[in-house]
């Protein structure tokens, strides 16, 4: 018996995220599509994943552009975040909800101003249900100051003032 697809969208709501637009080239213009199916897969070599919707435009320009931004969202982004979360040919508004890109060495369009972002090359793809995971390798990455925009339970959340909890020393190995 499977799980009904609310009881796990309700689920996986509990896993707080951040957010990230994945931006790809679109015939000289700039794609974007908000995403939080996003993580890290290997250090050697880096590889990280992301989901994307068959049905999302991003779905076959990332299968025809083979390099792609994974941008991740400050707190104050989120307009960028809604902006991109609908699916329209061309993003004419982008400018308006806050979004101005540039472009790397590789013409890969990177937002100017998030928290981070990673500029990758597509390295393989896999058929997951109606999703598609393109897994990219990562060729460069910049990262800047600020807090990040969350999601959870369905709605945008920013982390607290409170100071951090201590460091996640389970990930230092051998130390
Ligand atoms: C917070 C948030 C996270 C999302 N994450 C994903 C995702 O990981 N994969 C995906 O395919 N769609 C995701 N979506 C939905 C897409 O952003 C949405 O379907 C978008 O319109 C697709 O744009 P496109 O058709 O121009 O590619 C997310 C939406 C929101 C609001």
């Known amino acids: 018996m499977s799980v009904a697809q609310n009881d796990f969208r309700n689920a996986m709501g509990c ?3 951040g957010v990230t637009v994945i931006t790809v080239d679109q015939d000289g213009e700039v794609h974007g599509m908000t995403a939080n ?3 890290s897969v290997s250090l050697d070599p880096v590889l990280v994943l992301i989901c994307v919707d068959h049905r999302a435009r ?3 320009h990332l299968h025809s552009r083979k390099r792609f931004g994974i941008n991740v969202l400050r707190s ?16 004419e508004q982008a400018e308006a909800a806050g979004a ?18 990673l500029e990758c090359r597509l390295h393989s793809t896999q058929a997951a249900g109606d999703h598609t995971i393109f897994i990219g390798e990562v060729e460069d990455v910049v990262v800047r100051e600020g807090e990040p925009l969350l999601f959870f ?19 230092k190995g051998s130390e």
């Open 76 to 91: 104050d982004q989120q307009a960028i975040s809604e902006y991109y979360a609908s699916s329209v040919e061309n993003h």
């Open 153 to 171: 339970r369905g709605h945008y959340r920013k982390t607290s003032e409170a100071q951090p909890g201590s460091p996640a020393s389970a990930f």
């Open 100 to 117: 101005s890109f540039q472009r790397t060495a590789h013409g890969t369009p990177v937002l100017q101003g998030g928290l981070a972002y």
């Open 58 to 60: 991003t779905h076959a």
């Open 37 to 39: 199916a996003f993580c």
């Open 15 to 17: 896993f707080a995220t």
